[in-house]
Each structure stands twice: as structure tokens, then as C-alpha cells.
């Protein structure tokens, strides 16, 4: 008899270092599991059931979205494995028990070696080694299995008997680890879009700190629209359990200033500076005890041992540097990993910009000289000129905030172009062409220029960016956005 399964049950294993914490830290910290997940499985379907215990976390969900289930578990931080099961109830006795696992498990095994592997938790006439010699035997006479083999199976069959509940493991995933989300308090990121800075706050987000962002914006609005968009996909994927801010600080006064007043040698370590005091203000308004950078040891002039400590001089907030030891290749890997690597190949660098002949091993007596001869009034002024938004409302903000039209209907002078990757293209009533947006740049100028071209992304975030992007840097007035009613 083929059975029907109509929902799929997911056994979350928790980060081992949860586990050995005490039993009020760790209650503490399943307990926001489960309302992080409470809230994230809330938007994917109402009727997934999640279910609590001490060193666990189960979710049952229906069929049609355990897809979108799964992709979500796997980026929740807290959670070590992912264990996709089929569940059963009422498995009453053994013979039951094995009927079930070889009429569930008889495909898979059909021409391989394989092995069955039990955990057993309640009361029971039998034990574990038991249950695997009965159900691996019942399973080898009853299906067109290889033959058992104890040491190096070609499959190995996982249940799991908890009382009278059957669970057949069907798969077995890898998890992001490390803390819960809003268990170990708030940060602030400092960010520009690039490698570096996406990493570092991938990292504190995995590591269970609730991380908000905030920019100093060097380069116009098509950057303001970059970081926004890379911060949002961020918290969208590895955070939307909670609400953070995104703070953007308008620091073209702050580097007219430096230019003024600073040594060309120095301007990079002081546009550091400055950053950091900025942020300090800023954190410290926003009850938040910490920053972090995407800093790492000697990449750059300004991140020498001795510059790195020129600039925490000018702060007295901690500062945590995820990336310190990691070189670039381990950078740029986390980040093509976790899917970053598309939107900092395009974030312009707008710090670089005052790097001439940088100063690599300052010094602290001539730094505070320098500092001296800046005018603070006018940092004061940036801090004060700063605007916060939710990230979850970067969308409706980039829409309103940039000055790009929208087109909701369609007519043949347009060219709609695509620019989602792995994505099947659009269909229109007119022409349209797909290029994915991180080759824009470079494949937007082999188009005719005659035409009327119209950028299409799912929410609407990425080809606002990179409309704007083509107005600001190659002066194409011939750009609009679609966006279908």
C-alpha cells in the first residue's frame, strides 16, 4: 500500500555550543529559536506546526511549501542540522514499525548495500540495537536491497521512535550554526556595500547579534541604493527575524573638510576616524553597545596594526573585526557562498578615492596634531543630518527616494530587459531581452541606443539601483523601470 504523505517534518539539531551552555542559558536560547522561527514560518504558510523541546526544535509543514521551508531553516542561525523526516503516528509494535520503514525505504535502497540506524526514546519492549537488527532484516527479505552492510553502506536508514511517533530520516543538512538572533543583543555595521563589509556582517548576524547598518554615503545616490539593496537581501536571508534600521550619513561635507584640513598622507586613516566617531554617536542614540568592520589586518594602507590603532583611538566603543585574520580569496568565498559576491562586484569603492600616498604606519602624535585642525562642526552636522529607516522598507523607500520612472504599462517602442539571474525570463506583449544585472554594466553598451529600455527585477529594489546606476555613470537617459500592476 503506497502512502500519501501530505505534510514534511523537519528535526532542527541545535549549535553544539548551545548545548553545553547551563540549563537557563540554553532554555533561553531555544526559547528564541522557536519565536524567531514562530514569526519567520509565519510568512512562508499558517498552518506550519513548530514544536519545542530541550535539545530540539521539530516543524511539520504542509507539502506545497517545504521547499521554501527548507531554504529558509537552512539560513536561520542557531540551527546545526536540518533533518528532513517522514512522520507516523501509532507505531505500536515492531512489527508495525518495520512493515512501514522497508514499504518508505524500498526504492532507495534497491541495488545498494545499506544500514539501518535507530534512537529510541520512551518506553519500550525492546532496545535500539534490537530495532535495527529487526527492521534491517525485515527490509533486506522484503525489497531488492544489495545485501546489509554494517561498515560502509551505500544508504544508511535513519529513524528516529519517540513513544509511539516514527520518524524516517529521508535527509540530512548542514545549517548555518552558530547563536539565535536576539540572543546575544544589538550591533552596528558599518557599511559599504563591498566584500568585505557584507561578510563581516553576515558573520555577527550568524554569530546570534542583532546587526543594523549604517552608510556613509561618498558617492551619490546609485550608492545610497546599493548598500540599501545588499543590507536588505542581507537581513532578507539571514535576519528578517527581526527588524533593524538602516542609517544613512551624508558625509560629502565631512570629506570637503578632511580635504581642507588634513595632510593628503592622513586622510585615509582620518575619514576612518570619522566614520567611527560618527557611528559611536549614532550607536549610543540607538542603545547599542558595539560596531563592527570589515576590517582585516594589512589589506589596505589605512589597516596596518598601527593605523588600525590610530583610528579605535578616536573611539572608545567597542569594535569587533570579524575578518581580521582572513585574506581576500576567504573573503570573496564567504561571500560568493551566502550571495553577496553579485552585489559587491558592482558597489563602487568610494573610500579609495583619497588613498594617495596613504601613511602606513602613522604616527600618534602627528594624528592627534592633525586631528586638531579639523573642523567637528561639521561631523556634528552629518550626524545630525542622518535619516533611519526600517530595512524591511528599503523597497517602498528606493521607489520613493529615486528619480526614475515607472512604467506599469507596456507599448512597442519599449525593450523590456530581465535582469534577475536564474530566473526563466519575463513574458511580455513586447520586446524583451534578459541580462542578468551584475553583466549590465558592461552588456547594456552593445545595445542600440535608439531605444527605449525598461529594467525588471521581481520586487523592484535592483532595477531602480541599476536604472539609476546607468543615468548617474554613463549618462543613459534612455532607462525607465517596469513594474507590472
Known amino acids: 500500500m503506497e502512502t500519501t504523505v501530505k505534510t514534511q517534518k523537519f528535526i532542527l539539531k ?22 524567531n522561527l514562530i514569526k519567520l514560518m509565519g510568512e512562508i504558510h499558517k498552518d506550519i506546526a513548530i514544536k519545542k523541546f530541550s535539545d530540539k526544535v521539530e516543524v511539520v509543514a504542509p507539502i506545497e511549501v517545504v521547499a521554501k521551508v527548507r531554504t529558509r531553516l537552512l539560513q536561520t542561525s542557531g540551527i546545526e542540522q536540518v533533518l528532513e523526516a517522514l512522520q507516523f503516528d501509532n507505531m505500536m509494535t515492531l512489527d508495525i514499525i518495520k512493515e512501514k520503514v522497508c514499504e518508505i525505504c524500498a526504492k532507495e535502497i534497491e541495488g545498494k548495500t545499506f544500514v539501518v540506524r535507530a534512537k ?34 551505500e544508504v544508511t536508514v535513519r529513524i528516529e521512535l519517540i513513544n509511539n511517533q ?20 544589538d550591533i552596528l555595521s558599518l557599511m559599504s556595500g563591498g566584500f568585505d563589509s557584507t561578510v563581516a556582517s553576515y558573520l555577527t548576524m550568524k554569530r546570534g547579534l542583532k546587526t543594523h547598518f549604517i552608510f556613509f554615503n561618498l558617492g551619490g545616490i546609485a550608492h545610497e541604493i546599493g548598500v540599501k539593496q545588499v543590507s536588505y537581501y542581507l537581513w532578507n536571508k539571514f535576519g528578517a527575524s527581526h527588524r533593524v534600521k538602516i542609517i544613512s550619513v551624508p558625509f560629502d561635507e565631512v570629506l570637503t573638510e578632511i580635504f581642507r584640513s588634513t595632510p593628503e598622507t592622513y586622510m585615509g586613516v582620518t575619514l576612518k576616524r570619522l566614520m567611527l566617531m560618527a557611528s559611536e554617536k549614532i550607536a549610543k542614540e540607538m542603545e547599542i553597545d558595539a560596531l563592527v568592520t570589515g576590517e582585516s589586518v594589512a589589506q589596505v594602507s589605512s589597516q596596518t596594526l598601527r593605523n588600525l590603532a590610530l583610528i579605535d583611538e578616536a573611539s572608545n566603543m567597542l569594535i569587533l573585526r570579524p575578518l581580521a585574520t582572513m585574506n581576500k580569496p576567504e ?23 583619497i588613498s594617495k600616498n596613504p601613511i602606513t604606519h602613522g604616527s600618534f602624535k602627528r594624528m592627534e596634531r592633525e586631528a586638531k585642525r579639523f573642523n567637528y562642526d561639521v561631523l556634528d552636522k552629518a550626524v545630525a543630518d542622518a535619516k533611519s529607516i526600517y530595512v524591511d522598507e528599503v523597497i517602498d523607500d528606493v521607489t520613493n527616494d529615486a528619480p526614475i520612472e515607472v512604467i506599469n504599462e507596456l507599448t512597442d517602442e519599449y525593450v523590456v530587459i530581465d535582469i534577475r539571474e536564474n530566473e526563466e525570463c519575463i513574458k511580455t506583449s513586447c520586446e524583451t531581452i534578459q541580462i ?34 546607468l543615468r548617474d555613470s554613463e549618462s543613459r537617459e534612455n532607462v525607465k523601470v517596469y513594474r507590472p500592476i
Not at 14 to 35: C, D, H, R, T, W
Not at 448 to 466: A, F, I, W
Open 166 to 185: 516514527l520518524n524516517i530520516i529521508t535527509d540530512k543538512l548542514i545549517g548555518l550554526g552558530g547563536y539565535p538572533i536576539g540572543t546575544q543583543g
Open 14 to 35: 541545535l549549535f553544539p555550543e548551545i548545548m553545553v551552555k547551563g540549563s537557563s542559558a540554553k532554555k533561553q536560547m531555544v526559547g528564541q529559536l522557536y519565536n
Open 331 to 353: 573573503i570573496i568565498d564567504i561571500a560568493s557562498k551566502i550571495g553577496t559576491k553579485r552585489f559587491a562586484e558592482n558597489m563602487p569603492e568610494y573610500c579609495g578615492v
Open 120 to 153: 529510541r526514546t520512551g518506553s519500550h519492549e525492546f532496545n535500539s540495537s534490537e530495532m535495527e537488527r529487526t527492521i534491517g532484516g525485515y527490509t533486506l527479505a522484503h525489497s531488492n536491497a544489495k545485501g546489509v552492510d554494517l561498515h560502509n553502506p
Open 436 to 469: 542578468p544585472f551584475h553583466k549590465l554594466k558592461t552588456e547594456f553598451k552593445k545595445l542600440p541606443q535608439d531605444r527605449e529600455y525598461l529594467l525588471y527585477c521581481e520586487k523592484g529594489v535592483m532595477s531602480q539601483l541599476h536604472a539609476q546606476y
